[in-house]
């Protein structure tokens, strides 16, 4: 198999993978975002009331942030094949970062409303930055093998 072949199947594993990633974190948190909606629609009073106010907000960032980057894994999945296929290694850690980020940051938002200390987001919440960094290394270096020849 010749490097551009090699290369090329690179990307269609890549393309799959983050296409699969992407839409299903969509359905996922879209979901998760339909029912908040009906929580709130119902007047359900656990979720309602003054003392859940930062259960309401980690939730909602949940299913903001799950969405955006499922819609992130998207981009990368139509953008992965015409990236230099001669940076196989930062493709693929591009790749693992944003898988990371799509997991950590969403369900960091979502369990740090599960348990609330006395107002404030339970330890979940702890995982946020950590995915953030992640997000920010995949980003660059997509950005990075977007701007190279090769």
Same mark, same amino acid.
């Given at each position: 198999?010749?490097?551009?072949?090699?290369?090329?199947? =690179?990307?269609?594993?890549?393309? #799959? #993978?983050?296409?699969?990633? =992407?839409?299903?974190?969509?359905?996922? +948190? !879209?979901?998760?975002?339909? =029912?908040?909606?009906?929580?709130?629609?119902?007047?359900?009073?656990?979720?309602?009331?003054? &003392?859940?106010?930062?259960?309401? !907000?980690?939730?909602?960032?949940?299913?903001?942030?799950?969405?955006?980057?499922?819609?992130?894994?998207?981009? +990368? &999945?139509?953008? %992965?094949?015409?990236?230099? &296929?001669?940076?196989?290694?930062?493709?693929?850690?591009?790749? &693992?970062?944003?898988?990371?980020? /799509?997991?950590?940051?969403?369900?960091?938002?979502?369990?740090?409303? %599960?348990?609330?200390?006395?107002?404030?987001?339970?330890?979940?919440? +702890?995982? %946020?930055?950590?995915?953030?960094? +992640?997000?920010? %290394?995949?980003?660059?270096?997509?950005?990075?093998?977007?701007?190279?020849? /090769?």
């Amino acid at each position: 198999m010749s490097d551009s072949e090699t290369a090329s199947a =690179g990307a269609a594993y890549y393309t #799959r #993978r983050h296409l699969r990633i =992407g839409w299903w974190s969509v359905l996922c +948190f !879209l979901t998760l975002g339909i =029912g908040l909606e009906w929580l709130h629609a119902a007047k359900i009073s656990w979720y309602l009331n003054d &003392a859940s106010e930062s259960r309401r !907000l980690m939730w909602t960032l949940a299913h903001v942030h799950g969405v955006l980057i499922g819609l992130v894994h998207l981009t +990368f &999945a139509a953008t %992965v094949g015409t990236l230099c &296929a001669a940076a196989e290694t930062a493709r693929q850690t591009a790749s &693992a970062c944003l898988t990371s980020a /799509g997991i950590l940051m969403p369900v960091g938002f979502l369990l740090g409303g %599960v348990v609330l200390r006395d107002g404030d987001p339970g330890r979940g919440v +702890f995982l %946020v930055p950590v995915g953030a960094a +992640f997000l920010l %290394v995949a980003v660059l270096l997509t950005a990075r093998l977007a701007g190279s020849r /090769g």
